[in-house]
T-cell receptor
């Protein structure tokens, strides 16, 4: 069975601090897909990134970066120089052949 | 505009009264799925469909039914709603049936309360 663990329930930072969100997954599939989504207070789900299991390249997009390590089954997400607009719940998800499991989410609170 | 549309967005109903939450996408996507979001549990997959007339159970299918008669529509049916189905529901779609390309587009959510 697939499983996604986001052990951090809530992270509070002051603006401009960096914040790293952990995501650990379990799967027996050799081909799978990992996602990160942002859910701001308004409630919609905003796509951030998708990574295939055979592509371990790290990625940077502006202030966001992702570290994918198959050896530790982790797909961590870092926000550099956080801003108040980054306050949201962030979900990590694991998918394979239509099935998709989400972690419980990490609430990020950025204060000015 | 590319979008996933859910209706209704908000609904209060009573135990046992059948209801349907509609989901429609205009992107010609093969894959569609339903999730419920509950505090502390994240999103949990209810059902998914990789093509017309093909549906499969997710992690929490009990109490729900779905159908995929047309590519664009994937309604979620609660035959006899119960209070434990009070939740925020999201529909999503993706181009690839196996989720192997592209992103998963989500609807805006439907908040359902069962009294």
């Amino acid at each position: 069975a697939q499983k996604v663990t986001q052990a951090q329930t809530e992270i509070s930072v002051v603006e401009k601090e960096d914040v790293t969100l952990d995501c650990v997954y379990e799967t027996r599939d050799t081909t799978y897909y990992l996602f990160w989504y942002k859910q701001p207070p308004s409630g919609e789900l905003v796509f951030l990134i998708r990574r295939n299991s055979f592509d371990e390249q790290n990625e940077i997009s502006g202030r966001y970066s992702w570290n994918f390590r198959k050896s530790t089954s982790s797909f961590n997400f870092t926000i550099t120089a956080s801003q108040v607009v980054d306050s949201a719940v962030y979900f990590c998800a694991l998918g394979s052949w239509g099935k998709l499991q989400f972690g419980a989410g990490t609430q990020v609170v950025v204060t000015p | 505009e590319a979008q996933v549309t859910q209706n209704p967005r908000y609904l209060i109903t009573v135990t046992g009264k059948k209801l349907t939450v509609t989901c429609s996408q205009n992107m010609n996507h093969e894959y569609m799925s339903w999730y419920r979001q509950d505090p502390g549990l994240g999103l949990r997959q209810i059902y998914y469909s990789m093509n017309v007339e093909v549906t499969d159970k997710g992690d929490v299918p009990e109490g729900y039914k779905v159908s995929r008669k047309e590519k664009r529509n994937f309604p979620l049916i609660l035959e006899s709603p119960s209070p434990n189905q009070t939740s925020l529901y999201f529909c999503a779609s993706s181009l690839s049936p196996g989720l192997d390309t592209g992103e998963l587009f989500f609807g805006e959510g439907s908040r359902l309360t069962v009294l």
